[in-house]
């Protein structure tokens, strides 16, 4: 069995506005496999979200096939793409996204609440470990408006993992948390990929992008350098960590 | 200088967006002129103080029947009781409307005048212009014959003669001198020309010939009707008890003259309340419209709070938008108001053969001025403090940093659930009520009176006593103007009664031979009609058992009746009726008349079609066993109506020169106009109607798509989380159902309550309540899933990318 996840092949995506022509992404290929940790980072509007927004199945590519699990998911229905984000693919986005009506509980179940192959307390032990994989389990019944945007981002996390995806697609996930937060977010999912899972970050931030195992650079639509990040960067990196977070009394 | 700042601001941001200014414009103008101009209309009708002194405390006695208010007036006796035992009215004094002939040069005219005690203008604190009033004398039987006159008649009748006093003028063929004239505009009770002393004294006539008054009287201080009317009831229970061949089931209520306290007063109300939640939909509308702008500017707002904005300045800067559309929309509303007013005042005069009650003038009056004010700040505290105060309380740092959806959305999400259930309740109610009052009143205009109306002109006569002073010659000539009209070119059938199916008649009580009566037991009521042979018949009045009246029932010692099959069913069940006696209860003699029933005819409508007088059956006797002086005759024409009238006053002239007919009109206008009232009632909740599905469909709508709008990054995450389309459609369709059952249940259970209150006046069944609450349960079912269906598709045009990043 092949190891490849995800397989893009020249994906491109051009935006129309009245009578302007935007190429957000222009011949984008590359594969992940299972387990990696792959950063793709660069300056604003070079099209790194959208790509994400692509891999996700959020949006659909102009030109380009994209193949997911083995499966071509360039040209699938809208009920099959809602299908595979919900099995296969867990978000985590920069503002958390939680639905404030539901309680903590609630909301990392609302993804497994989508599926019909799991009866209430199939859900309910997902939900309860995926909490315990966060630390959040004591928060089971708060209401996303009484945590903290770091704890937020936890329940966010925990609702990514509950339904054992094959992939965490997360969008600048410490972009509106500070750095105690943050730090404590990307440990989370440094815990997650060492258990297996296989992650593709979105960042402009070049130290979360040097704490994964390869880093893709987009510039203006296109691949800059997709490369290794080697144990010595990451060492400096962590060492770097370790100094501000024993600063900030982490 | 602030405030012209914001007020500045305030209207650069209408400006900008002209669309959204003229909508929420016209529809706070709809909302504010329609309530306004129905709370103005029955103000005007029903509440408006007189214009006299004192008249808050002056007070009518009038009879009810079965607890039903009826509005006439009472026995002479039973006024003498209730004025010699009841406490708590001072100055009481009595009246009793009467037609009366004036003749002239160019012949008789007929005139509604008033037969009152000495004490009537005294009442409404009101001296005459000119001359004298009453006195105590002029009311004693025998005495010379006075009148006082109004100004009209002054002016009219006399050319304002300066020395009018003390002249003489012919009154139902007598002489009477004018010993007073009224100022301009005083036509009390309701639209009097005349005035003449009533000159009966119940000590000297017996029950059964004493005519009914109207009681009058003010109400001594810190007293009310409510108080008064148990005492009155008791008063009328002791008579009862006493005399039951005439007073059994009677019983009377003290009122205002305005009719307030009257029957129908349900159907007000419930119009006051409809007035105010169209109102409340209209601001909702507005404000939610106000409440998607505000949010749409809600980084404007946080930047306005970064740069230290107070909250106070904030809510004050959003008002100035309410005030300006609220105040526009109320201009509009009055412009329009005016001119509803207008109308409204030509309409009304068609609901009376004269004129309609003097104190009827419509226009913008201190009331109405003090309830615009009301609904301008009512209406600016609804359409603008919602939103002012919802965007005034922004996290302004998460708004400017982009960021935190999640935690802010749990307020506005409780927000639009309350708009739009209170919309889908207010709507309901609305709706239900309007419609049932729209059914009661259609199918009253609708109304079989039982008989046939088409061509067929009448005309009324009044025979005067001192001319017409036995039974013999009211019946002969009865018996000449009907086969003189009928040998007439251009004439067909005539017919003659007392009172044609449409009209108004007495009630007496009635006996059943073999029945006993006692005080427990009531006598039965039905209308009592004399005809004359064959009229019933040429009426369209339907045979359904026996026979019709022939020349063989003429003649004052035969007696005969025909009654009604409600009669029939009512007091002798399926069996048959014919040769079965009745008499009327009351004895004017020792010896009781028994009347054998010779045959049955189908129901008719004696007064309006709605309401408990419209079921009360019907007895007919043939004019010459029971002659009257009030005669109402009905001629079929066959050419045109001006050749008919025409025929007719000159056989008249031909016959009595002193006899005028008065309200000559086709038969099916004077019926119009029991309706004419419910025509127009209708026609203000059609509109009333309009606007309320108007109003409620596109405020559930707007509401919905604000609310759905607001929800599109929602959807987005769910729809990143593995949400098909489908499943979203569903969870929204099923929150909007949710809210149809918060809203519509109470909404339903409201409407119905006021339709209910009104089914005792109008004519509504508990299966037309139904049908219709049902039926607008549905409609506005439809309409909030279409309302939800609609904007969620639109929402989920979207990738879920775009949605994740929509505003």
């Not at chain 2, 309006?608 to 002659?627: D, I, L, M, T």
């Amino acid at each position: 069995m092949s190891d490849v996840l995800i397989k893009l092949d020249k994906l491109t995506k051009i935006f129309h506005t009245d009578e302007v022509e935007t190429h957000a992404l222009s011949n984008i290929s590359f594969t992940i496999n299972k387990g990696e940790y792959v950063s793709i980072s660069g300056p604003s509007g070079c099209g790194k979200s959208t790509l994400l927004s692509l891999l996700g199945l959020l949006d659909t590519a102009s030109k380009g096939s994209y193949v997911l699990a083995g499966h071509d998911v360039s040209d699938i229905s809208k009920v099959d793409r809602a299908r595979i984000r919900n099995r296969q693919i867990g978000f985590i986005f920069q503002s958390f996204n939680l639905i404030s009506d539901l309680d903590v509980e609630e909301n990392v179940e609302l993804p497994l609440t989508y599926r019909s192959d799991l009866d209430s307390k199939q859900r309910k032990k997902m939900v309860k470990d995926a909490l315990e994989k966060v630390d959040m389990g004591h928060r089971a019944k708060h209401f996303p408006s009484q945590l903290s945007g770091g704890q937020q981002q936890r329940i966010a996390v925990a609702r990514a993992i509950a339904g054992n995806p094959a992939i965490i697609l997360a969008d600048e996930p410490t972009g509106n948390l500070d750095s105690k937060n943050a730090e404590g977010v990307l440990a989370l999912l440094d815990k997650l990929h060492a258990e297996g899972a296989t992650i593709c970050m979105v960042t402009h931030d070049s130290r979360s992008a040097m704490r994964t195992q390869r880093k893709i650079e987009l510039l203006d639509g296109v691949i800059l350098a997709d490369i290794k990040t080697s144990n010595r960067e990451k060492v400096a990196i962590m060492a770097e960590v370790k100094k501000i977070a024993e600063e900030v009394n982490v | 200088m602030m405030i012209i700042n914001d007020l500045k601001y305030a209207l650069r941001l209408l400006s900008k967006k002209p669309g959204f200014t003229l909508l929420t414009t016209l529809v706070m103008a709809a909302g504010i002129g329609l309530s306004i101009y129905l709370f103005s209309f029955f103000h005007t009708i029903v509440f408006k103080a007189m214009p006299f002194k004192d008249s808050d405390t002056l007070i009518q006695v009038s009879s009810s029947q079965n607890a039903a208010k009826m509005g006439s007036p009472i026995n002479l006796h039973d006024y003498y009781e209730i004025r010699t035992k009841l406490k708590g009215v001072s100055e009481f004094g009595a009246y009793r409307t009467a037609n009366l002939n004036v003749s002239g040069r160019d012949g008789a005219r007929r005139y509604s005048g008033v037969l009152a005690e000495p004490n009537i203008f005294r009442l409404t604190r009101t001296k005459p212009l000119m001359g004298r009033e009453f006195s105590n004398e002029s009311n004693r039987v025998g005495a010379e014959n006075v009148v006082v006159i109004g100004y009209d008649m002054w002016k009219n009748q006399f050319s304002g003669d300066p020395d009018i006093i003390d002249k003489s003028v012919r009154i139902n063929s007598e002489s009477y001198k004018i010993i007073g004239v009224m100022p301009e505009g005083y036509l009390f009770p309701s639209n009097t020309a005349l005035w003449l002393p009533l000159r009966e004294d119940a000590t000297q006539i017996s029950r059964v010939n004493s005519g009914n008054v109207v009681g009058l009287g003010h109400l001594k201080e810190g007293v009310t009707t409510e108080h008064l009317n148990p005492q009155v009831g008791l008063i009328m229970q002791r008579i009862a008890q006493q005399y039951p061949e005439t007073n059994s089931d009677i019983s009377a209520y003290l009122s205002s003259i305005q009719g307030a306290d009257e029957n129908g007063i349900e159907v007000i109300y419930t119009m006051h309340i409809i007035a105010i939640l169209i109102l409340i939909l209209a601001s909702i509308n507005v404000g939610n419209l106000l409440l998607s702008r505000a949010i749409e500017r809600g980084k404007e707002t946080a930047i306005r709070v970064a740069l230290g904005a107070p909250r106070s300045r904030l809510i004050s800067q959003m008002l100035w938008e309410s005030i300006l559309i609220c105040v526009i929309g109320a201009i509009i509303g009055i412009i329009i108001l005016i001119w509803g007013l207008d109308v409204t005042e030509e309409y009304t005069k068609g609901f009376f053969p004269d004129k309609p009650p003097f104190w009827w003038i419509f226009g913008i009056d201190g009331y109405a001025v003090k309830m615009l004010v009301t609904f301008i700040l009512g209406t600016i505290i609804v359409t603008g403090l919602l939103p002012a105060w919802k965007n005034s309380s922004v996290d302004f740092n998460a708004v400017l940093r982009d960021g935190t959806r999640g935690a802010l959305g749990k307020k506005a999400g409780r927000l639009n659930s309350f708009l739009i259930i209170s919309e889908i309740f207010v709507s309901m109610t609305v709706l239900i009520a309007a419609t049932a009052m729209m059914v009661g009143n259609f199918k009253a205009t609708r109304a079989d009176y039982g008989a046939i109306t088409e061509n067929v002109l009448t005309a009324e006569i009044l025979l005067t006593e001192s001319k017409y002073t036995t039974p013999e010659k009211q019946a002969k000539f009865v018996k000449s103007i009907q086969s003189r009209l009928e040998n007439t070119v251009g004439i067909g059938d005539v017919m003659i009664a007392s009172a044609l199916p449409g009209a108004l008649t007495t009630t007496p009580a009635i006996a059943l031979e073999g029945k006993e009566y006692n005080e427990n037991k009531g006598y039965p009521r039905a209308n009592y009609i004399v005809v004359t042979p064959n009229s019933l018949e040429k009426l369209g009045v339907e045979l359904i058992q026996g026979r019709y009246f022939n020349s063989g029932d003429d003649g004052l010692d035969k007696s005969t009746v025909i009654v009604t099959d409600s009669f029939a069913h009512r007091h002798f069940g399926k069996s048959s009726v014919l040769g079965k006696r009745i008499r009327t209860a009351e004895l004017d003699g020792d010896s009781p008349k028994w009347l054998t029933i010779v045959g049955v005819v189908e129901h008719t409508i004696q007064g309006p079609s709605y309401g408990e007088k419209g079921k009360v059956p019907s007895v007919f006797r043939p004019f010459s066993q029971a002659p009257r002086n009030q005669l109402t005759i009905a001629m079929q024409v066959k050419t045109d109506r001006k050749e008919a009238t025409k025929s007719l006053r000159q056989t008249l002239l031909s016959i009595d020169s002193e006899l005028p007919a008065f309200r000559i009109e086709e038969y099916q206008e004077s019926l119009t106009r029991h309706t004419k009232a419910m025509l127009f009632i209708t026609s203000i909740f059609f509109l009333f109607g309009v606007a309320a599905v108007i109003l409620a469909t596109s405020g559930i709508y707007g509401v919905m798509s604000n609310a759905i709008n607001q929800r599109t990054h929602e959807t987005g995450v769910k729809r990143a989380l593995g949400a098909t389309e489908g499943r979203i459609t569903k969870e929204f369709l099923m929150t909007g159902i949710k809210q149809l059952l918060w809203g519509g249940i109470p909404g339903l259970l409201a409407g119905s309550a006021m339709g209910f209150a009104m089914s005792s006046i109008l004519s509504i069944s508990i299966g037309d309540l139904a049908s219709v609450a049902i039926g607008l349960f549905v409609i506005i079912g439809g309409t909030v899933i279409v309302a939800t269906y609609i904007p969620t598709k639109r929402a989920l045009k979207l990738e879920p990318s775009d949605a994740l990043r929509h505003e």
